[in-house]
């Protein structure tokens, strides 16, 4: 197989589809052309570092996860803090995986609540994993910020507030599914606006 006609994900389920055996793929492994990123699933080296690795590895086999909180912030710009590892949404009574490539906290969210404020965002190997979008993810700092802290919210909130200045009416018509941080936000809204 030619370094540049190799796809960015294989599965054991597609080397046929690639003209590959499981030998030929174990060659592959061994001079270092690809690497597991979760049980079956081998991503091309040098394809994506090891954050956006797991990223894949858990869009595979957990198609709910959805980034969320320092994750999702960092991702929206709404904070200068680096996440030193992925913070992943998952419906509660669903279980975790691990992930041999990056470190991620696990959290379980309300299943009513889910699927409010959740995007795709796109991965290398045509995948995606869900994120909450910017104003989700305040509601949930908010509705948390006994575990993140009042200044995370706070400052996200606030570089939101500049590049969106007028949508705090939607920010509060989502907070209001979301009544331990709606009176928060609301009183947040009040003070900066």
Same mark, same amino acid.
């Given at each position: 197989?030619?370094?540049?006609?190799?796809?960015?994900?294989?599965?054991?389920?597609?080397?046929?589809d690639?003209?590959?055996?499981?030998?030929?793929?174990?060659?592959?492994?061994?001079?270092? +052309?690809?690497e597991?990123?979760?049980?079956?699933?081998?991503?091309?080296?040098? +394809?994506?570092?090891?954050?956006?690795?797991?990223?894949?590895?858990?869009?595979?086999?957990?198609?709910?996860?959805?980034?969320c909180? !320092?994750s +999702?912030?960092?991702?929206?710009?709404?904070?200068?803090?680096?996440?030193?590892?992925?913070h992943?949404?998952?419906?509660?009574?669903?279980?975790?995986?691990?992930?041999?490539?990056?470190?991620?906290?696990?959290?379980?969210?309300?299943? +009513?609540?889910?699927?409010?404020?959740?995007?795709?965002h796109r991965?290398?190997?045509?995948?995606s994993i869900g !994120?909450?979008?910017?104003?989700?993810?305040?509601?949930?700092?908010?509705?948390?910020?006994?575990?993140?802290?009042?200044?995370?919210?706070?400052?996200a909130?606030?570089r939101?507030?500049? !590049?969106?200045?007028?949508?705090?009416?939607?920010?509060?018509?989502?907070?209001a599914?979301f009544?331990?941080?709606?009176?928060a936000?609301?009183?947040?809204?009040?003070?900066?606006?």
């Amino acid at each position: 197989m030619a370094r540049s006609a190799a796809p960015v994900l294989l599965a054991y389920e597609s080397l046929a589809d690639h003209g590959l055996t499981r030998h030929r793929l174990d060659r592959l492994i061994s001079a270092g +052309a690809y690497e597991r990123i979760a049980p079956g699933l081998f991503l091309r080296a040098g +394809a994506a570092d090891d954050t956006t690795a797991a990223w894949m590895a858990t869009a595979v086999r957990r198609p709910e996860a959805t980034l969320c909180l !320092l994750s +999702a912030l960092a991702l929206h710009d709404l904070t200068d803090e680096i996440p030193a590892r992925s913070h992943i949404a998952i419906p509660r009574g669903m279980g975790p995986i691990e992930s041999p490539t990056a470190p991620i906290t696990w959290h379980r969210f309300d299943a +009513a609540t889910f699927g409010i404020g959740r995007r795709e965002h796109r991965l290398p190997g045509g995948l995606s994993i869900g !994120l909450y979008s910017a104003e989700r993810t305040i509601i949930d700092v908010y509705r948390l910020r006994h575990e993140w802290g009042s200044d995370l919210a706070t400052g996200a909130l606030k570089r939101w507030l500049r !590049l969106h200045r007028g949508s705090a009416g939607a920010l509060l018509t989502m907070a209001a599914s979301f009544p331990k941080a709606q009176p928060a936000i609301r009183n947040a809204l009040e003070i900066l606006l």
